[in-house]
């Protein structure tokens, strides 16, 4: 084997070792997150509020967040009866 193969199986080596310590300290790291905000009280009242929020919307009481509004095609659908408008 010559030496830029070797050097160049080494760099593949440690840069698989490195992934592999990325993963482990990612993991680690999203472990913890999940500890630490499974006793945020503020988390938790705002899935509770989500969750409430959810109900509303499968009720028919509220709409999800987006644009409701209605384009300048769909108003033209829609009539219309004024009276007195001048």
């Known amino acids: 084997m010559s030496i830029k193969v070797i050097v160049f199986l080494f760099k593949l080596?440690?840069?698989?070792?490195?992934?592999?310590?990325?993963e482990t300290?990612?993991?680690e790291s999203?472990?913890?997150a999940e500890v630490k905000?499974?006793?945020d009280s503020t988390?938790?009242?705002?899935?509770?509020?989500n969750e409430g929020f959810k109900k509303l919307v499968q009720k028919?009481?509220?709409h999800e967040r987006g644009n409701n509004?209605?384009?300048i095609s769909d108003t033209k659908s829609i009539t219309r009866?004024?009276?007195?408008?001048?």
């Open 13 to 22: 080596v440690n840069l698989f070792n490195m992934n592999s310590n990325i």
């Open 25 to 27: 300290l990612l993991k």
């Open 30 to 32: 999203i472990t913890l």
């Open 37 to 39: 905000f499974k006793e």
């Open 43 to 49: 988390l938790q009242q705002f899935e509770r509020a």
């Open 60 to 62: 028919g009481l509220a």
């Open 69 to 71: 509004l209605l384009s």
């Open 81 to 86: 009866v004024i009276f007195n408008a001048y």
